[in-house]
């Protein structure tokens, strides 16, 4: 009787553990399944700088998931840790661990573009085709079309499928909505829109710092009102750059090109911007300081020295560039 007893026990214990293993699986199942049977299609935007640790805690809090330790367990099984970048994501709370991890993982539809201040719209072009994969017809087809001085410099996400007319399109749109205030004011000085954008693109190659566009500014406008030639080097750089290069140092020869960007060669403002200025070199146009000086340099430290004569011009060239 007591064999029989033991094996009645025994049976039990087994039985109870087979019961808590199903519950167990069933629970981890659970874990894993989509938090909804039905919801729409949503957009999940992951912010530059935001990493994996601080998204996974959001996507319990919004519903995405149920267990974020699941969620991480899923990633680190597929060798996707750490591979959540910023960008756009379609995603839905019928989504299991699995279909969200591998949306956010290889399936962006947006992804960010940082266009930082003073590029030209080939580097632009350039810029966007990495993120978002253009071909190199649809990259000439942006600067060919996209207008120099009015791509503003910002963070924008891009749509993957964006094309040239769509990009240049959404810049120009955020160009509008930032400068308003300032074409505004600068039309109240009798600043044209066009003059406004090309001196601040100068303003904005010729610049350390936004602390000293408006010196840059003022001397600008004095060698104008003076009727002076600017002989700002970013012009000769402009006329001469190419794919690659699209900056090159200046050599003495360099002086003499022949080009109507050439502010040593001819006088008064270029004929268009020579890059795309973000909004300090913009508003430095407008609000210059009141100085009498007509020359700057920077020295080998980057620190900007300026003088009212060029006698003072050409001591400074020797202090601070031989």
């Known amino acids: 009787m007591a064999i029989f007893a ?28 989509a938090p909804q049977k039905k919801s729409a299609e949503e957009r999940i935007v992951v912010n530059l700088g935001k990493t994996e640790a601080e998204l996974i ?14 969620f991480n367990f899923a990633l680190k099984l597929k060798n996707w840790r750490g591979k959540i970048k910023p960008g756009g994501y379609i995603v839905s709370k019928n989504m299991s661990v699995w279909q969200l991890a591998d949306a956010l993982v290889n399936h962006p539809y947006q992804k960010w573009a940082v266009i930082p201040e003073g590029l030209r719209k080939e580097e632009i072009g350039e810029t966007i085709q990495d ?13 060919k079309s996209g207008q120099e001085g009015y791509l503003f410099p910002d963070t924008y996400l891009f749509d993957l499928n964006f094309s040239a007319e769509n990009a240049i399109k959404r810049i120009r749109v955020n160009f509008n909505e930032k400068t308003a205030d300032l074409i505004k004011e600068a039309q109240k000085e009798n600043i044209r829109e066009d003059t406004l954008i090309i001196i601040a693109s100068l303003i904005q190659r010729e610049s350390g710092s936004e602390k000293e566009m408006p010196l840059i500014a003022s001397v600008i406008w004095n060698r104008w009102f003076e009727g002076m030639p600017f002989q ?56 210059p300081e009141k100085t009498d000086y007509l020359y700057y340099l920077h020295d080998s430290a980057g620190q ?12 400074n060239i020797e202090k601070y560039l031989k």
């Open 304 to 315: 900007i020295h300026l003088t009212k004569t060029y006698k003072e011009h050409l001591a």
């Open 6 to 33: 033991n094996l009645n026990r025994k049976k039990i214990i087994l039985a109870g553990l087979i019961l808590v293993c199903g519950f167990g699986l069933i629970i981890s199942l659970y874990q894993f399944s």
């Open 232 to 287: 700002i080097d970013a012009t000769v750089q402009y006329a001469l750059g190419e794919t690659g290069n699209w900056w090159p140092k200046i050599k003495p020869a360099d002086y003499k090109t022949d080009s109507p960007y050439n502010t040593y060669l001819y006088q008064g403002r270029p004929p268009a911007p020579i890059c795309n200025p973000g909004l300090a070199a913009i508003n430095a146009v407008v609000n």
């Open 131 to 143: 993120k978002i994969g253009w071909s190199d017809s649809e990259k000439e087809k942006f600067i």
């Open 57 to 70: 805690p959001k996507l319990k809090q919004q519903g995405y998931i149920r267990n974020e330790w699941v």
